[in-house]
């Protein structure tokens, strides 16, 4: 998946980088509402984890502006206000979760989860297609009575497949799914975690199907 990370400390937005990244997380990151606003003009994200107080205005603001114009990625704040009745207006304003600052990382990882979660329309963590099913929170497959271990890149990679089975996805899709602005990839990155997913797939009734030319879908037989 690919993160908007708006946030100004920059020792702070550095650790949530490392930190969603081992993830398999690509994560972009701005240091203020204009660059954020850059960001989102050029790229699609499907999460945006957002802070309040910012160089250049207030992450309320653009939370409501946001939601103002029909944008429906999800949005995870990350404040320092602690009150009842703070959360409550940030919940209400549009906010799909909130993290308290300082916050553990196992936290936020956690909200991320459960928010992509709610995105995707259920509560429910396995998923399943054809004979397969997936378990994000494990980093696993299961095939029958055989379980399969799946590295990072490997699990968002089935993440997005997932998300729309028989849809196309471009490399160039994917790749901006998979990874940040800042990450130096090629075409053939994809194609190799591409390779990875599919060794992962033999003996089930799901695979990745390549339509030559113009990306790849997951399918069955």
């Given amino acids: ?51 309040i107080m910012l160089p250049d205005g207030d992450g309320r603001d653009f939370l409501s502006a946001h939601r103002r114009a029909r944008r429906d990625t999800p949005v995870i704040v990350m404040t320092a206000r602690s009150a009842v009745t703070d959360r409550v207006a940030l919940l209400d ?15 936020l990882e956690a909200r991320v ?26 980093a696993k497959i299961s095939v029958g009575s055989q379980s ?12 997005v497949l997932l998300s729309a089975p028989e849809r ?5 899709q994917l790749c901006d799914r998979l990874f940040s602005a800042t990450e130096a990839v090629t075409d053939n990155a994809i194609e190799v975690y ?10 089930s009734r799901a695979r990745i199907e390549t339509v030559r030319g113009v990306g790849y879908r997951l399918t069955q037989t």
């Fill in 148 to 159: 399969r271990e799946l590295r990072s890149r490997e699990l968002r990679l089935l993440e």
């Fill in 93 to 107: 304003t549009g906010a799909d979760d909130y993290v308290t600052k300082p916050f553990d990382f196992s936290e």
């Fill in 194 to 203: 591409v390779g990875r997913l599919r060794r992962k797939l033999e003996g």
């Fill in 168 to 172: 196309i996805f471009s490399k160039g």
């Fill in 1 to 51: 998946m690919r993160f908007l990370l708006i946030e100004d400390n920059a020792d702070l937005a550095r650790s949530v980088q490392t930190r969603l990244s081992l993830d398999g997380h690509g994560v972009d990151w701005a240091a203020s509402l204009s660059q954020a606003e850059d960001h989102l003009a050029t790229a699609g994200y499907d999460l945006i984890l957002l802070d």
């Fill in 113 to 138: 989860r459960a928010v992509l979660r709610r995105r995707a329309g259920s509560a429910q963590t396995l998923q399943s297609f054809a004979d397969l099913t997936f378990d994000p929170l494990g």
